[in-house]
């Protein structure tokens, strides 16, 4: 369980595709983010929970599986990349931002974006069937990012799209900077959202 609250931004020094897998190395730019890490951890990618396979005190890498690589954007991932990363929470730290599982449920494309000289809003668009999984003012997690949909600008038969305000804190410690129109973004949808949508279907 994370918490949406990025910790660092991470850079992807190599990749490696398998089959069906692809084994990805990351370090953190956050000097001792990884010093009470240990093999079998969940860290938070892009949004995205992956267990720690080895790690050091430089750099972690895990192994993104074909499950994964369907329904993300790691499978995009090339060396150079900047992600976000987020340690698991601990019972005792304060939810600065809402519950995040880091089970992604679909990808997004950044539309455009505004500079509004010391805020941004990103206009981006999914799949019209998750439009009822998102609510104004309601809670978001972008590429991990713990963030509220300002808007609902359209929604559509075949997509929705929705404004999402950045703070310039947010948007200088995550990967919110080097997005640009076209990049895909990992999206999952608020958890309670989900569990009241369910009970209402059935």
Not at 10 to 31: A, L, M
Not at 126 to 136: L, R
Not at 152 to 166: H, L, Q, R, S
Not at 179 to 187: G, H, T, Y
Request: aromatic share 8%.
């Amino acid at each position: 369980m994370f918490t949406g609250i990025i910790e660092t931004i991470g850079e992807v020094i190599s990749t490696t595709d398998t089959s069906v897998n692809k084994k990805i190395t990351i370090n953190p730019q956050k000097h001792g983010f990884l010093h009470d890490v240990r093999t079998g951890d969940s860290i938070s990618v892009n949004g995205a929970c992956m267990t720690v396979e080895q790690n050091d005190a430089d750099k972690f890498y895990f192994t993104a599986i074909h499950e994964t690589l369907q329904k993300t954007n790691l499978g995009l991932l090339s060396t150079g990349n900047k992600v976000n990363l987020e340690k698991a929470m601990k019972p005792e730290k304060r939810i600065d931002g809402h519950f995040v599982q880091g089970h992604i449920d679909t990808t997004g494309e950044v539309m455009n974006i505004n500079n509004l000289g010391g805020t941004w809003e990103f206009f981006i668009s999914f799949k019209s069937s998750f439009s009822d999984n998102v609510i104004y003012v309601g809670s978001i997690a972008v590429n991990g990012i713990s963030l509220t949909v300002a808007d609902i600008v359209d929604d559509n038969d075949e997509k929705t799209t929705i404004k999402i305000a950045v703070i310039p804190h947010t948007f200088e410690n995550t990967n919110m900077k080097f997005l640009k129109p076209n990049s895909i973004v990992n999206i999952e949808f608020d958890m309670l959202g989900k569990y009241v949508k369910r009970i209402i279907q059935k």
